[in-house]
């Protein structure tokens, strides 16, 4: 049976719901956008002196509005692009291949009946949210 992308998003969904997992995003770009528009009004309204105040202003206030916004890791997972989704469907097939399945009800069982697979899914899913979206993991208790 053709394994469909959706179904292996639901699963990651269903894994990192159990754990309450969350991620504070950090959307550093937003950040620097920030900074430089504060530095650069400060260096057009104080030469050179406005140009350092402007951006220590303008640092303090882009990171002050890119820390600590937590998203739950299943809505982070379905706002995810086509091909992200791709990336992440394909490391956990590597995981759940072995496994047969005929829908995603029927493979979430199967999965969170095994510690290991719940594991080892839970720390591929770390990985890829820690190293491809630069985000931290927090997990509510």
């Keep these: 049976m053709p394994i469909v992308v959706s179904d ?3 699963l990651l969904c269903s894994v990192s719901q159990e754990s ?8 550093s770009g937003r950040g620097a956008l920030v900074t430089g528009a504060v530095a650069f009004v400060g260096g057009l309204m104080g030469g050179p002196p406005g140009l350092a105040v402007g951006g220590a ?11 600590g916004q937590l998203k739950p890791v299943p809505q982070i997972l379905m706002e ?7 990336k992440l469907f394909n490391e956990a097939t590597a995981i759940i291949r ?14 969170m009946g095994s510690e290991a697979l719940k594991h080892q899914l839970m720390a591929m899913l770390v ?10 993991i927090q997990y509510d208790d």
Aim: glycine fraction near 6%; charge should be neutral.
């Design 127 to 136: 990985n890829y949210i820690t190293k491809e979206l630069q985000a931290e």
């Design 57 to 67: 202003v303008g640092g303090l206030l882009g990171a002050w509005m890119t820390s």
């Design 8 to 10: 292996i998003m639901k």
């Design 98 to 111: 072995h496994l047969d399945w005929t829908d995603a009800v029927q493979l979430t069982t199967l999965v």
């Design 20 to 27: 309450k997992m969350k991620a504070a995003v950090k959307h």
């Design 80 to 86: 995810l692009p086509p091909a992200e989704q791709q």
